[in-house]
């Protein structure tokens, strides 16, 4: 924008809100004039829940998940299953398992997935921690929870090899038919594992 | 969410971020994780900016436009036809118009436009300090730049007649296609008028 129309300082809270992903320039406009609108009912709780966040939310040591305790509430929870660990990719991964209910075990959060174009090595992952943590005498599984995309299955063959040496079973999520999801829109290799991995009725 | 996840700090930043024009609940989970990682170049920039906006935004007293100054820098600045006003119904408007530079005008804003079926009233918008500020000596034309919707129209309609005690004359914007537009997409009264209001080539 070549003037600024409101005063640097809008214009900086534009520009900052443009960064979120999801909002562009024109919705950060919205955003903000939204926030300015609502100032004592949004904008005034959002920059002190911001505030907070930014004091208290920390990464858990143990898994790489972020909490405002360390290790974070997962780790922590006496109630988990500790003989399988979940191996996923980011935090949103983990929140998104935790939302189904999809299992109640520990986690361990690896920051990405293995990436040659786009430069991401075994050393920007947090892979060293995740074989020694596979190697405690309590675990018997290792769940690879990563993406069906090539770097999620990249990640998880790399990963597997490592984890020879540990005396444990290493799974992987099953492909198949999304639940609720139509076999027309499906494509061909999703249709044929689903066939492959078929279940008894 | 029937589950806190992550601590209820975070749930309630999920929440307010999700309250933003833009963001749903999914796309804030996103921004909030974003945040998270961008803790230092994000986060904390974000939330100063907040807290500035909070403290220094106020509504222009003349005209209606946020700003960090009041009356704003739009009603200060000195090179402005001071004989024309034109009429907004959102200072989102009013900042289209200063990005497209289409007009060097002060403006009025008037919160909204009328719709009974919102229950909103003449009362509810800035409807009498615009025609106060229309009998001023100096102005000679006021502008209706309103959406081309039926509430903007009504609004149009309403402030023309109100105006008529007023010495100035009332202009609304033109109809016509858009620049780019191409003829085949246009609507038929967006066409109707194009040739009807046709200019000298």
Redesign the interface.
């Known amino acids: 924008?070549a003037?600024a129309?409101?005063?640097p300082?809008?214009e900086?809270?534009i520009q900052?809100?443009a960064?979120?992903?999801?909002?562009g320039p024109r919705?950060a406009?919205?955003?903000?004039?939204?926030?300015?609108k609502?100032?004592e009912q949004?904008?005034?709780?959002?920059?002190s829940?911001?505030?907070?966040?930014?004091e208290?939310?920390e990464v858990c040591k143990t898994c790489g998940?972020?909490?405002?305790?360390n290790p974070?509430?997962v780790c922590t929870d006496p109630r988990r299953d500790m003989s399988v660990l979940v191996v996923v990719a980011?935090?949103?991964d983990?929140?998104a398992l935790?939302?189904a209910?999809a299992i109640n075990a520990p986690y361990h959060v690896l920051g990405g997935t293995l990436s040659p174009l786009d430069g991401v090595g075994p050393q920007d992952l947090a892979i060293d921690g995740l074989i020694s943590r596979a190697h405690a005498a309590n675990v018997t599984e290792v769940i690879l929870a990563l993406n069906a995309t090539v770097d999620g299955q990249t990640t998880a063959h790399y990963i597997t090899d490592l984890l020879h040496s540990a005396d444990v079973k290493v799974t992987r999520l099953a492909h198949g038919v999304p639940v609720g999801g139509e076999l027309d829109y499906l494509d061909e290799g999703t249709l044929s594992a689903a066939i492959r991995q078929r279940t008894l009725f």
Chains 1, 2 share one sequence.
């Not at 406009?29 to 300015?36: F, G, T, V």
């Not at 949004?42 to 920059?47: E, G, K, N, R, Y």
């Open positions: 924008m003037k129309i409101a005063g300082e809008i900086r809270l900052l809100l960064r979120l992903p999801g909002l919705s406009r919205r955003a903000a004039l939204y926030l300015i609502k100032r949004v904008m005034a709780p959002l920059t829940a911001l505030q907070i966040a930014l208290k939310i998940n972020i909490d405002t305790q974070c509430t980011d935090v949103a983990l929140w935790e939302r209910h």
